[in-house]
């Protein structure tokens, strides 16, 4: 059922119709292109020694060209890092995939299509998917300026405060030599580690 919801979600057609010599259809050929730009035959000539249940297929796509269109002028990629910045960290706990998938899927590729080198049409495709990544997935809490540690992207706001408290018992304890003190790092120490 997943793949049967798969291929409606993408709008695809099956297009293979050679059956294998037990008269079973066991290789797909997928595409969102009509009928008119898909030929499906079976291979005269195969590259390797037939299998008896995966017969040979020979398949042509024509895919058609939208009308050209001039040159725009090149821009970096969208979410490309700068000397100063570094690339998004996204936060998927946080994405509202419905809707992120349901952008995705309302895209048009024509601009991809139509731009005649890879790398004008790779900048393309990316500022194509970072505005939708923007739009439905928040970017994780970046590093305080001014702020001296760095902590890994998966540390929790939690898991900061524990590790703080516990330098700043041990601090305090170093300072005024209390035996209380280190305690409290310790009882720290234990609220990270089980974290």
Same mark, same amino acid.
């Given at each position: 059922?997943?793949?049967?919801?798969?291929?409606?979600?993408?709008?695809?057609?099956?297009?293979?119709?050679?059956?294998?010599?037990?008269?079973?259809?066991?290789?797909?050929?997928?595409?969102? =292109? *009509?009928?008119?730009?898909?030929?499906? #035959?079976?291979?005269?000539?195969?590259?390797? /020694?037939?299998? $008896?249940?995966?017969?040979?297929?020979?398949?042509? =796509? *024509?895919?058609?060209?939208?009308?050209? #269109?001039?040159?725009?002028?090149?821009?970096? /990629?969208?979410? $490309?890092?700068?000397?100063?910045?570094?690339?998004?960290?996204?936060?998927?706990?946080?994405?509202?995939?419905?809707?992120?998938?349901?952008?995705?899927?309302?895209?048009?590729?024509?601009?991809?299509?139509?731009?005649?080198?890879?790398?004008?049409?790779?900048?393309?495709?990316?500022?194509?998917?970072?505005?939708?990544?923007?739009?439905?997935?928040?970017?994780?809490?970046?590093?305080?300026?001014?702020?001296?540690?760095?902590?890994?992207?998966?540390?929790?706001?939690?898991?900061?405060?524990?590790?703080?408290?516990?330098?700043?018992?041990?601090?305090?304890?170093?300072?005024?030599?209390?035996?209380?003190?280190?305690?409290?790092?310790?009882?720290?120490?234990?609220?990270?580690?089980?974290?």
């Amino acid at each position: 059922m997943e793949f049967a919801h798969l291929v409606a979600f993408c709008k695809l057609t099956q297009y293979n119709t050679i059956k294998n010599k037990y008269g079973n259809m066991l290789d797909l050929v997928l595409s969102s =292109l *009509s009928s008119e730009f898909v030929i499906m #035959r079976g291979d005269m000539e195969p590259l390797v /020694p037939e299998d $008896a249940h995966h017969p040979a297929l020979g398949v042509t =796509l *024509s895919v058609p060209r939208p009308a050209a #269109r001039a040159p725009a002028a090149r821009s970096p /990629p969208a979410c $490309a890092p700068t000397s100063h910045d570094s690339p998004p960290q996204w936060n998927f706990r946080k994405a509202d995939f419905e809707q992120l998938y349901q952008t995705i899927a309302g895209l048009t590729w024509d601009e991809v299509l139509a731009t005649s080198d890879v790398d004008g049409a790779l900048d393309v495709f990316y500022q194509k998917i970072h505005k939708c990544l923007r739009c439905h997935v928040p970017l994780k809490g970046q590093r305080r300026p001014g702020s001296r540690y760095h902590y890994p992207t998966w540390y929790t706001p939690e898991i900061i405060k524990n590790i703080q408290e516990k330098y700043t018992y041990l601090k305090k304890s170093k300072e005024v030599g209390s035996s209380a003190q280190p305690d409290r790092a310790a009882k720290s120490t234990n609220m990270v580690t089980r974290q």
